[in-house]
């Protein structure tokens, strides 16, 4: 059985950073890409981030494009997500996903894309 274990999330002041975690078990790790997204209050989950299944290849959304770096341990089965210069608008609950397909080679930012998911962490970024 799939299963993703996110941590890292908390509360920061704006222009702060945080690092999140995802430790994945249950699927050969290194074959599948990973995504972040996150879901703020009255709003629809969006992407954040996602990293190819060999870490070559990377893609972030334009409203953390500069900001976000997303990297994997595929030794760990542990993909991260670092945050810098953290808005109040970054506020929302952080989850980790894995690609249902292995060796994709084009990045995808769909959600539906992508079959299992962790339970989410909580960022909250104060003004």
């Known amino acids: 059985q799939v299963q993703l274990v996110e941590s890292g999330g908390g509360l920061v002041q704006a222009g702060g950073s945080l690092r999140l975690s995802c430790a994945a078990s249950?699927?050969?790790?290194?074959?599948?890409?990973m995504g972040w997204f996150r879901q703020a209050p009255g709003k629809e989950r969006e992407f954040v981030a996602a990293?190819?299944?060999?870490?070559?290849?990377?893609y972030y959304a334009d409203s953390v494009k500069g900001r976000f770096t997303i990297s994997r341990d595929n030794a760990k089965n542990t993909v991260y997500l670092q945050m810098n210069s953290l808005k109040p608008e970054d506020t929302a609950v952080y989850y980790c996903?894995?690609?249902?397909?292995?060796?994709?080679?084009?990045?995808?930012?769909?959600?539906?894309?992508?079959?299992?998911w962790g339970q989410g962490t909580q960022v909250t970024v104060s003004s």
């Open positions: 996903a894995v690609d249902k397909r292995p060796l994709r080679v084009v990045i995808t930012t769909q959600s539906g894309e992508y079959d299992y």
């Open positions: 990293i190819s299944w060999s870490g070559g290849g990377t």
């Open positions: 249950g699927r050969t790790f290194s074959r599948y890409m």
